[in-house]
Structures are given as C-alpha cells and as structure tokens.
C-alpha cells in the first residue's frame, strides 16, 4: 500500500502552557461540528501509520498531522484527541469520543493495537481496509452514475410530454372532429390526469422517498424488512448477499489478525453492520459462540453464508488460521462483487434504453394514429 504524508502546510502549533502575562487572551473554543468525509479519515490513518513505523510518538505525530489538516470539523477532532493523549489517555479512548469520524471498529482496532505494542501495523491494516472499502463503494457509484441518468431522462421526458405537449394535440383533434382510436384516448386521459394534478405527479414520488428515509431511521423493524426485501430481489439480491459476506468477512478478519477476542470481533461486526439481516445473523452466531461452539455451523445456519464461506471458516477455525481464511474469502468475494456488478450494468443499459424505446415509441403510435383519419377528413372535403 502506497504511503504518503502531506509536506506542506503550517507548522504544528502548540496549545496550552506557556506562560502568559497579562493581556494573553485565551484560545478560542472549537466547534466540534460537522460531517467528517471517509477519505479524510482513511488519508489520517495512512499517514498515521507511517510515523508511527518512523518511530514517530503517537502525540508528536498528531500534533504533526493536526497542523497540515486544513481548518474544518476534522482538524478540530484532532485537536481534541492530541489534547486527551497529551494528558495521559489511550488513543483508543480519545478516538472514541468522536463516533462521527472513528467508528467502533475503528477505535476497537486501534485499542487491540495499543494492547499487543503492534500500534502501526493495525494501522496499516486499518487504512488497507478502508482504501478496500472505499474502492468497492466508488465502483458502485460509478457504475450506476449512467443508467440512473438515463432512467431520469426518460422520466422527465415522458412527464414532459404527456402534461405540456399532448394537450396541444388535443385542441388539433377536437378541431377535425375526428373519432380517436383507444390508445390515442387513453394517452390523452393520462395527460388530462396529468394537467389537472400535476402536483401529485411532481410531489408523490418525494414524499414517498422522504417518508422511505424516516421510516429506515426510525424503525429498526421497517429497515430490516427493507434490506430482507432487497436481498430477494433477482440479480441483486444475489450481488448484495456476496457484497455483505465479503464486508463481515473483511471487518472480522481485520480484528481477529489485530488480535481483538472474537467475541468482541462479532459484537463489533455487529454494531457497524450495513445490512440489518446481517445484523440480526451476527448476534446469532455471537450467541452460539459464547455458548462455546464453533464459528462456522453458526454461520451456515444463518442461510447468509454458502457452504464455500462456512466450510472455508471451519478450516480456519481447525488450523488457527482464522484471520487468513477470512481475508481470503473477503478478497475472493469482492473480486465476485465487482464482475457480478460490471455484468448487471452492462445489461441494465440496454434494458434501459429499449425501454425508452418502447415508450417513445407508444407515445408517437398513439399520436400518430388519429392523423390518418384527419388527412381521410381533409381529402374528403377537397
């Protein structure tokens, strides 16, 4: 993994101490506010690590690092954390005051990393994880940028001439007198629908995605019928499934190497869990274990993990290689997310754009069919 450091910037500034005399005005209080970016935590944690390889203290690389951070929520976050390390608290404790930025597995990794004096390389593990993470969610992004573009289009395009053009039509029609066929009927019904609650067409599908949100933060219950929904749904389903098999088997891997008990690894799968089934069959397998049993039949049973998955834990678990197995299913399933994923788009945008053919090519049957009998009209009276 590549490191870097950023060279330029102020130099580190030194607060509290040093004597004041009159007149010395007290620094201003931080505002500890604000979103903080994943990037700008992974960037941290690289650079981190490596003056912590340097042989670099812990308060001396902070104080290095919270000077070249640019003024923001983040650079008031290590602020805060170079003071509670300064007075004596561990790194971990002072991390996880500030849950914005460093989540559980974060400072758990870190606090394992503290325990064993291995502090730079659960690091280093730290910022490849997350670059890994990062990865995955920037190709899925990408991958989707086009066809949501397109299925945007078309929908505002499809609005557009159903409320503001075919009613133009209707006055040519009215004007001949002549008898519509059904299609050219129904078309003209949707846009008087159209015109007459435009608002409904316009606000409907906000406050249905709004009302979506709120629900998914304020019930436990609806979010994990939410993300059971999607894991059914064909192709994606099946593409979600490996991306959380990949993600728990990642995360754990990542602590048991770190040397965090795996109880507490489980627990903190768990708790920063992106899918609430997934959730729900960790604590399962949580429970089991602390009942003395293995890790794998748990894991089978849970209907999540497929026999390669658990068959290749229960190896881990009889040779005492648990954290290479786990890291090897992570890298073998992201490698099946990303084709799975490229294949699904691929398909999708010609899926896509036959639809909008089909569509376009509706609207202009259905408009098209009444001319013929306004150019009958039109001969006939000549």
């Not at 758990?108 to 593990?125: K, P, Q």
């Not at 629900?215 to 499934?241: E, F, N, T």
Request: glycine fraction near 10%; include cysteine.
């Amino acid at each position: 993994m590549a490191k870097r450091i950023k060279r330029s910037g102020p130099a580190p500034t030194k607060r509290g101490g040093g004597g004041g005399g009159a007149g010395t005005a007290a620094p201003p209080a931080r505002k500890l506010g604000g979103r903080v970016s994943s990037g700008t935590v992974t960037d941290f944690t690289i650079q981190l690590a490596t003056l912590s390889e340097a042989g670099i203290p812990v308060v001396k690389a902070l104080r290095i690092l919270e000077g070249q951070t640019e003024p923001g929520p983040f650079k008031n976050v290590l602020a805060e954390i170079t003071d509670d390390v300064s007075a004596g608290a561990p790194l971990s404790e002072a991390m996880g005051k500030h849950d914005k930025a460093f989540d559980p597995l974060y400072a758990s990794m870190v606090r394992a990393g503290e325990a064993g004096g291995i502090l730079d390389r659960v690091l280093d593990r730290l910022a490849t994880f997350r670059e890994k993470a990062a990865t995955i969610r920037a190709k899925i992004k990408q991958a989707m940028l086009y066809p949501s573009a397109l299925i945007l289009f078309a929908i505002a395009a499809v609005v557009i001439v159903i409320v503001f053009v075919i009613p133009r039509f209707r006055e040519i029609f009215d004007s001949y007198g002549v008898d519509l066929p059904r299609p050219t009927q129904i078309l003209l019904a949707l846009s008087d629908a159209g015109s007459k609650y435009w608002y409904l067409v316009i606000g409907v599908p906000p406050l249905i995605l709004l009302g979506h949100s709120i629900a998914a933060r304020r019930s436990r219950g609806y979010l994990r019928w939410w993300h059971g929904v999607q894991l059914k749904i064909p192709l994606i389903g099946s593409i979600l499934k490996r991306s959380i098999t990949a993600s728990f088997a990642r995360t754990f891997g990542t602590l048991v190497q770190a040397g965090v008990p795996h109880l507490d690894a489980l627990g903190i799968c768990r708790d920063t869990s992106p899918n609430e089934v997934l959730t729900d069959a960790v604590e399962d397998i949580r429970r089991t274990v602390r009942e003395g049993e293995g890790i794998a039949r748990p894991m089978g049973e849970t209907g999540l993990f497929d026999d390669i998955v658990t068959n290749m834990v229960d190896v881990g678990e009889e040779t005492g290689e648990l954290d290479t197995m786990l890291l090897r299913i992570a890298d073998a399933y992201e490698v099946q997310v990303d084709r799975r994923l490229e294949t699904f788009f691929r398909v999708l945008e010609p899926i896509i754009l036959i639809m909008m053919a089909v569509v376009i090519g509706a609207l202009l049957f259905a408009m098209i069919l009444p001319m013929t009998e306004m150019m009958k009209t039109i001969g006939s009276q000549r």
